[in-house]
């Protein structure tokens, strides 16, 4: 990799947030599992590995599943956030394979929010 | 060959009335454009009876279903639905008992009252991937310093934001790094202290595991300031997935040349190195952590010389906590005028705090500093679990001190905290309810302070002895009012006399316990009692016969579990403890379901 | 007691003596304690004195001078544990394994300690047996942690 210069930086920056924001990409849904040490404990890469399943037998194209560290609320782990193009993000808690495979069939495939596993739609503040 | 989707077209009246012919025709007319005729079958039904949302539809087998279509929806939903397999969300049916629309984030108090500065990254991006971390505006303060800025000019932005020091002890940040940069002696260093150590904090942990670039960034742009070249992080090796995100972070920074020669083709040079700790509390200190690094035992050495003066390798250096680091590119590229106007007079910024013990929301929370602590404990943690009552906050882990319910609308800063007797520190804050003692709090840090103290001075390593030796005797049911006293005396002896500040802390768990909750240790020593059923000498067990036969059925689960097989029964029977086995372990109290176990 | 094991952390870390730190730590990682032998053919090779090697090794927690347990079972002591009685998790793994914290069972298959917070103060109370993390640990869990890692044990002597 060639090393950057300073105008360079807004280049990386601009591909990079193009790849993050989803649109211009060719995900549509952004899963993003959350693997601070307290979501792996609590086991979070049953959720990945589970998540992973999911896009592979349903030959998801357009879904990206992705890993994040933690989210903060700890008694709730294991979480994932799920992002679709042009939604708010929801927030999912406490989550299992199975629930999993819900939020699959029903939010990411079915477009329709799983509320009795989400915690809350939107983001945080960051400054 | 069968087909692979059937679409089921209501034409009941209703739906008929509903214009539903035009939408079948318009289905298979699409259908047939695209080739798909052989694949998916349009079929037309009876009535669905749900005839007020007509037209409906219903897709097989995933039954997905449509309701209220037109002719003018049909290309939309045959192209992302029948054929790339997204069921079109805005043609879907709610039904009204699931439309209690979900809370906005900003709607929980848990997520609203959070202001994000060291945690701003936090689940947002991948902190394997650098680009990422660009993304969002990462390594843009550093182009800002190195480009736009000279090192005098960072230095101000940085006082000018009034950071102080997030490990603990609060020092101005800037003006640390104004020491350093006015030392004499070449090269300097910049060190990260990841040496998180006190028991309930994990904010470091968290920051390195989920944002490590922030913090190396943070570091670049203090090493600008100060002039240094190279940069050491010491982070506990106990923490093993923030160590391989570290390193997968300081590899990508170097490949993109953001560390190493030349950093952005602007002639600055400084890389980092990384050290693992090997377990010792007492190196969280800055010369003990200095020492570590060197190779050496991690003992601490009387200030001064300062490390500003005397540090890593007898040169100039530069130590800061990594929360500290992590906040150091926001201020550069928001300006510190932006950093100062959050926060208090004397306390500016945000503050992490680790939200744990019992507390119904567990987690990790960044507030503006000056938020009360009933703010922090009841609109974001949630409140005390299991309808218990809230009796302390402990704050600064074994250098803290315990705060009681009548301070709880204090608001949080430097200050105020040390008024109260306690500390910031790292920012651990455990939650402690009626079922807490908090003489067997202070016993805890005790004996953790205690097992730590490295050695070297007297009065930490005798006086810490003494004071857990007092507790012990206290918890044990065998103390007197003159170790009350005793303990006291020793407590300001060992604040006033140690080396570090493991030693000249270490009292503080002990005498805020003893200023806030005096009435729990004379209930140890007068009554022979402890009020929270903690301290296990002071208890007697005995089984409820009653509840044991109704409830339980003499289940025998206690007699199974007790280890000195001190309870006798049979099934169906009440159960009884036999006084003169029993070693006061409290564990039948655990394993009984029915609650028969009594605590006295 | 194989020397090329010591060579090669020597070598990883470029003989270089201000790592004599990391060394011990990848000398205890591999051998799960410091071996008499390291010690005395790693001070020699970068030629530290002995000393230095020993004072480092009683030191540092980390450390340890007699060989561990094959599943090194750690209870956390930080203070959310502490809060929620994690000292009844030690004592009742104590009772099944009839040894104290700190010492291992005689056929080298379990080592029992206490730790300090591992940062997972959400899990509380937590234990870790090796790499693995087990949290809100009750204690009927205890028994089957206990039982899982001993069948496990019987399965990895097999083989």
Redesign the interface.
Known sequence: MPKLKLEDLAEVREKARKATSLREGAARVKMTVHMGTCGIAAGARKIVEAALREVEQGDLRDVMVTTSGCAGLCSREPMATVEVVGEAPVKYVDLTEAKVKAIFKEHILGGKIVEQYALAIGSERAY | MPHRMHLMVCAGTGCVANRSPEVRDALVTEIAKRGLENEIQVVTTGCNGFCGAGPLMVVQPDG?FYQQLSPKDVPHLVEEHFL??????KL?Y?PPE?R?P???????P???R????A?????????ERI??Y??R????AL?KA??QMTPQQILEEVKISGLRGRGGAGFPTGAKWEHVLKAEGEPKYVICNGD???????MD??IV???PHSVIEGMLIGARAIGARWGVVYIR???P??VQ?LMIALEQAR????L?D?I???GFDFDISV???????VCGEATALVS?V?????EPRARPPRLAQHGLWGKPTCLNNVETWADVP?IIN?GGAWYAQIGTEKSKGTKVF?L???I??????EVPMGITLREIIYDIGGGVPGGKKFKAV?TG?PSGGCIPNELIDLPIDFESLAEAGSMMGSG?M?I?DED?CMVD?AR??LA?TQDES?GKCAPCREGTQLMLDILTRITDGHGTMEDLDALEEVAKVVAETSLCGLGTSAPNPVLTTMRYFRDEYLAHIGAHKCPAHVCRQLNTYRIDPAICVERGHGCGVCRR?C?EKAIFGEKNQAHRVDATLCNK???CV??CHFNAVIVE | MQLETVDRIIQQHHADKTALIAMLQDVQSEFTYLPQEALVYLSRTIEVPLSRAYSLATFYRAFSLKPKGRYSIAVCMGTACHVKAAVKILEKFERLLHIKTGQTTPDLNFGLEEVRCLGCCGLAPVVTVGPDLYGKVMLPKVDQIVKQYQKQGARDAKT
């Open positions: 997905i790339k397999g997204r069921p079109v969300q879907m709610v699931t209690t979900l809370p906005k984030m900003m709607d929980i848990f997520f609203s959070q202001r994000l500065i945690l701003r990254n936090r689940g947002l991006i991948d902190p680009e990422e660009i993304a505006d990462g390594y843009a182009a190195l480009s998180e150590g006190d028991p309930g904090a994990f942990r968290s595991e989920s944002d090796n106990e923490y997935l923030a995100r490949e993109y040349g953001l190493g030349n952005l083709d602007t050290s693992r700790g090997a377990g010792a509390f570590a060197e190779g050496r035992p991690g926001p928001n680790s744990v013990g019992k119904n929301n567990t987690g990790l929370v402990q882990g651990g455990v402690m807490t709090v805890y840090f953790f490295c579990e280890p372990c409290g564990t655990d394993v």
